[in-house]
């Protein structure tokens, strides 16, 4: 094999996440990904929308790639029936999506707590009561819910859900080629139980998106946007990387960083630095 | 009984935490809380140090105060040798301060991951080592060592210990009048299994200290002085105490309130709110 060959090789499984992007438009990433042997992206539905569902389809068709998830639906946890009416429709809407695209992954982060609401349990329970509406609709188009626990920073005002365990402990009332789980780095690299979290996610065959961050701080103020680079903080990565195939998973590692600091940087040389520091850290 | 009696009795098992009031010196907290009825505070060291520690614990007497708990000893994860002694020796002054304040809980909190450190395990570990080396000595003061298991997005740069049950799987290799653990609501609001960790902490024994504050959005930059007045957030005050009461704990609940917008206040101010707050939402 040639280098290119190698070095496309080592990438098979790297998926970019396109808000570790945010700097580029869709057929820049099409195009970035492809000049660089990446077959594989996450896509979000703002900019999807914004360019086009099926427009965006064919963009990627046509540079090779493949779309790994789709980011997000979720937002189950309102009390008020109209709200609650509204985000199933919004993630009806987020399905089709996900079904155009050609993936068979919706990525739900769950919602926070509604102003003046203390009784985060009641809250995750509304979750998992809105899983279980969707679950058929979503079921017929082919496409699998993905759970997807957030950091405990992020509990009372965009994810309830907060650990795998808390994840799995909804995706399993539902068969598993319908609800899945996300293992992401960032938010769950802190929790001593992660380890069997993703070994009971793999044993029931739930892991349905991997996606690494790196984990820094200072923490900026309001902590969205404090993701690091892969290899910039104290992560194993690869310890991760390791247990989720150990779990079984053969899917892809999707790159998921929100950081301003990359976002102000030429895209080109930021995709390449992802490419280095996955071969260096996550591989 | 005076309304004024009824009142204090109301406060009886009140502790306010001296950074809740971080613009009083020492002898403004004492005067302060004394005049509302307040009977308890919690002190920190380098203030009590700045004062003088048999002044304070005089002070504190004169005014009919008794120190719940003294924050904090702890940083313990230091894998050089010289840092860890180091560490060893200061957690050593520590606990001679807490017993010359009268106080037998000395709050600890474990330190991060050093600089370049992706093995938080091992971290912990090196918590449990030291706490060990500490237990004679401060067992022969009469103070207890109290793990305070910290949010998780302080867990690489503050503390590696993040949710009771790692704070109990610690404090249970030790008799429970030696190491107990801290219930921090701000900390542990998140957590489904703190419910479990708390009746476990009580049915040990192990429950030193019971601290409350709440939880608001969005967190500053740095995430450390965020936390919000009783009522003003998302927490189950009222829920935490019912629960720490039924696991048996019969001690302080003490106010801990890192707040740059209450400590640019009136002190007396702030203090008749934490008062009213507690009484609303806490008692």
Redesign the interface.
């Known amino acids: 094999m040639t280098s290119t060959q190698d070095a496309a090789h080592d990438l098979a499984r790297l998926s970019v996440n396109q808000e570790t992007l945010k700097q580029w438009s869709l057929p820049e990433l099409a195009e970035g990904c492809a000049a660089l042997g990446i077959t594989s992206v996450g896509l979000w539905r703002a900019p999807v929308q914004e360019y086009g569902v099926q427009r965006a389809a064919a963009l990627m068709g046509d540079h090779g790639l493949t779309v790994t998830s789709l980011c997000r639906g979720g937002f189950f946890t309102a009390s008020d029936p109209a709200e609650r009416a509204a985000s199933l429709d919004d993630n009806r809407a987020a399905i089709d999506e996900a079904a155009a695209l050609g993936t068979g992954t919706l990525v739900l982060v769950s919602g926070g707590?509604p102003e003046g609401?203390?009784?985060?349990?009641a809250a995750?329970e509304r979750v998992a009561d809105a899983i279980g509406a969707l679950v058929p609709y979503a079921a017929e188009r082919g496409v699998r819910l993905a759970i997807e626990p957030l950091?405990?920073?992020f509990?009372?005002?965009r994810c309830v859900v907060?650990?795998l365990g808390?994840a799995l402990d909804i995706a399993e009332r539902f068969a598993p080629d319908q609800v899945g789980v996300v293992v992401d780095t960032y938010h769950l690299?802190?929790?001593?139980r992660a380890d069997a979290g993703i070994a009971r996610a793999g044993e029931g065959g739930r892991i349905a998106c991997f996606q690494v961050a790196d984990?820094v701080?200072?923490?900026?103020?309001?902590?969205l946007l404090g993701r690091g680079q892969l290899g910039d903080?104290?992560?194993?990565l690869r310890?991760f990387r390791t247990q989720v195939d150990e779990a079984g998973y053969r899917g892809a590692v999707e790159v998921e960083i929100f950081n301003p600091a990359l976002w102000a940087r030429n895209g080109a040389e930021v995709l390449s630095e992802v490419a280095d520091r996955y071969r260096k850290h996550v591989l």
């Open positions: 707590l609401d203390r009784d985060i349990a995750r950091h405990p920073m509990a009372s005002d907060s650990t808390q690299w802190w929790d001593d984990w701080t200072p923490l900026p103020e309001g902590v903080g104290c992560v194993d310890g």
